[in-house]
């Protein structure tokens, strides 16, 4: 691994080899692990807390989107976190299966509106039983980049 710096002010963290993760960044990804001149996203705020997924019907196909808290920022920011399933943390990315039984599948994703985080329900019952209703904990991380 080196750090180096050059007569320009850039500074970079890359693997063994050659100087072109230095001079070149956008060309040496596999080798980059920081560069000064590439911007980073930065978390601005964690929003922790739990979504309550309602009881659901037999028999039916459910999609519903439940509001979250406010996220604090100016426009629609680029959010990314877990959710804690069981002790077990699991990336919230994409639609999520939080319940999976008996003919009942129950995903839940991530997104924002330009004022507070949302989570997107969708439900599928199918067979002779309804499902109780969740509580799905979560960690978000709020980002500085505006979508």
């Keep these: 691994m ?17 100087d072109t993760p230095l001079t070149n960044p956008t060309t040496s990804f596999s080798r980059l692990k920081f560069h000064s001149d590439l911007e980073y996203i930065n978390i601005v705020s964690v929003i ?7 009881a659901r019907a037999a028999n039916g196909r459910y999609t519903q989107t439940h509001d979250g808290p406010a996220h604090g920022r100016s426009g629609i920011p680029f959010v990314m976190g877990f959710l804690n399933m069981g002790g077990t943390n699991v990336a919230f990315a994409g639609s ?3 319940f999976v039984a008996s ?44 979508l």
Aim: proline share 3%; glycine share 12%.
């Design 96 to 98: 999520v299966p939080v």
């Design 48 to 54: 922790r807390g739990s979504v309550t997924l309602p």
């Design 103 to 146: 003919g009942t599948t129950r995903l839940l994703s991530l997104g924002a509106s330009n004022s507070r985080l949302l989570f997107h329900e969708q439900t599928v019952c199918s067979g002779g039983a309804g499902v109780s209703a969740l509580g799905v904990s979560y960690t978000v991380y709020v980002t500085d980049e505006v």
């Design 2 to 18: 080196k750090l180096k710096s050059d007569s320009f002010g850039r500074l970079a963290i890359y693997t063994d080899g050659n």
